[in-house]
């Protein structure tokens, strides 16, 4: 472990939302009590990570580090890292779960059981980012599945119980297999050397042999390809969306399908650097057709969060073209825009919700003329609609740029045809902002405008999208180093 951090920081990041949750559970008689304990655990979550953001810099590979035994006799050990990719997905996840709880704090059904859940959610979601013991990473990934199963299918829409079931299915199926591929890469690993390990370092020395490399590279691809989510095996997200509370889509968008990309760049690519150079062109063409084909769907659809929903999937497109360009440029603006993403989609889903308690549908016929009648509502929604576009000066043409700027210089038919998606981009960002504040208002009840409750939401995220439009330096520089290790020792990618 780094000395400058002689205590366990780690630990403690994934510790106190457990804490919370078991809090909540004991005073599931109180739901005011609830709130109380969530939004203050997760603001000491945000607190910590912020401080380390802050406080951590160096060029090892690992900022923070904690390794300790676990299950010996299978040499499974519960270690945990940190690095600047790990460092700006535990930041990002800190950040939407206190957005999270805020947005969910009217709830009144069976709240103690909600908070927890959430809770519990984030310990999944923060180990996912920070284990490097493939054991470990996987026990958090399913860790992170199952309060997401429960709030769609408890407290989502109509048709919540089949967006639920689906969701499991199809990420259980994927991990599975992932799970299949760890134990074969274990005692692959044992056999050659005689140390059974599931430690990430020590995997990576593993000679695969050429027959088998391709399924377990494929069981790992796939998992991680669902959690994406890249077309064709993304039908499990705009269900799963739909159905969602608020909070969930957010935390859907935000932070879960971020999840997939990182443990790709974190464990797929690294493990097996010969399947990864090879599978970068098919990478590339999966990313593109889900740019246009994403954008299409999305500007076809009537529900206004299943248009973010599909959106989501266009957008993810360029995060995963710019890891398939595979340099420096490229790879920085795909990881920086995932932080974008989080923020923008994150914020438009909170935004909808919000729609939606005042409207009482999402049904883009059934809205239009917000922008008589809650004018501040309207702007943050104008704003974060444009930022989602990619207007110069906001969050997510920074990532934008980047990649295509780094898979010009590559690829530049690749460059060229992604640039064309961002014009599809428009349109469908258009039409939703059309349809939702302007031409004449259906109904004449007055409507509340932003509430301190909402504005305590909208005004963080806003803030971020403009830091990030004109200053992303400091999210970009923890990047450097993870980023070259990437390119210069874990495998020699092109």
């Known amino acids: ?25 004991a005073l599931h008689r109180s739901a005011a009590d609830c709130r109380w304990v969530a939004l203050t655990v997760t603001t000491v979550v945000l607190a910590l990570t912020v401080w380390l953001f802050t406080t951590s810099s160096g060029t090892t590979e690992w900022l923070l580090r904690e390794d300790y035994p676990w299950i010996a006799s299978f040499g499974i050990r519960y270690t945990l890292a940190l690095d600047g990719l790990s460092l700006l997905m535990v930041l990002l996840s800190a950040f939407l779960l206190v957005l999270s709880v805020l947005i969910s704090w009217p709830n009144e059904r069976h709240a103690p059981l909600f908070f927890a859940l959430l809770l519990t959610m984030e310990t999944g979601i923060l180990g996912v980012f920070l284990a490097t013991d493939l054991i470990l990473f996987y026990l958090f990934w399913e860790v ?48 050659q050397s005689g140390d059974y390990s599931f430690a990430l370092e020590a995997l990576r020395d593993t000679a695969v042999p050429a027959s088998i490399a391709p399924w377990l590279f494929a069981a790992f691809f796939l998992a991680f390809a669902i959690k994406v989510p890249l077309v064709p095996v993304h039908t499990w997200l705009p269900d799963a969306h739909t159905e969602a509370p608020t909070a969930g889509s957010v935390i859907l968008a935000g932070l879960l399908l971020k999840t997939g990309v990182y443990g790709l760049l974190r464990f797929g690519f690294p493990l097996f650097p010969d399947m990864a150079r090879a599978s970068l062109p098919v990478l590339a063409a999966l990313a593109l057709i889900g740019i246009f084909y994403a954008a299409w769907i999305a500007y076809a659809q009537q529900d206004a969060k299943r248009l973010i929903a599909y959106s989501s999937v266009a957008h993810l497109g360029f995060v995963i073209l710019g890891i398939a360009a595979w ?69 997510n043409f920074t990532g934008e740029i980047l990649i295509l700027l780094g898979t010009f210089s590559v690829h530049p038919l690749w460059g060229a045809v992604a640039f064309a998606g961002v014009v599809f981009a428009a349109a469908y960002t258009l039409r939703l902002v059309q349809e939702t504040l302007w031409g004449p208002a259906k109904g004449a009840e007055p409507w509340l405008d932003l509430t301190v409750r909402e504005g305590l939401i909208l005004v963080p995220l806003a803030v971020l999208v403009v830091w990030l439009g004109l200053y992303p330096a400091p999210f970009l520089e923890p990047l450097h180093e993870p980023v070259r290790l990437l390119l210069a020792t874990q495998g020699g990618l092109p």
Not at 169 to 188: H, K, N
Not at 352 to 359: K, L, N, S
Not at 370 to 376: E, K, N
Request: proline share 4%.
């Open 144 to 191: 992170m599945l199952i309060p997401m199963f429960f709030l769609i299918g408890i407290w989502g829409h109509a048709r919540r119980i089949y967006a639920a079931v689906k969701f499991f299915l199809f990420t259980l199926a994927g991990s599975l297999l992932m799970l299949l591929a760890i134990i074969t890469l274990y005692a692959l690993h044992g056999g």
């Open 1 to 25: 472990m780094n000395g400058v951090f002689p205590f366990p920081w780690l630990t403690l990041l994934l510790a106190l939302p457990l804490i919370g949750a078991l809090l909540c559970l």
């Open 327 to 395: 340099n420096t440029t490229a790879l920085e603006g795909s990881i920086l825009q995932m932080v974008n993403h989080g923020i923008t989609t994150g914020a438009l889903f909170a935004m909808v919700g919000m729609i939606d308690d005042r409207a009482r549908t999402r049904n883009l016929d059934e809205l239009g003329g917000l922008w008589g009648r809650v004018p501040i509502l309207s702007a943050f929604f104008l704003f974060f609609a444009l930022a989602s576009l990619g207007l110069p000066g906001l969050n």
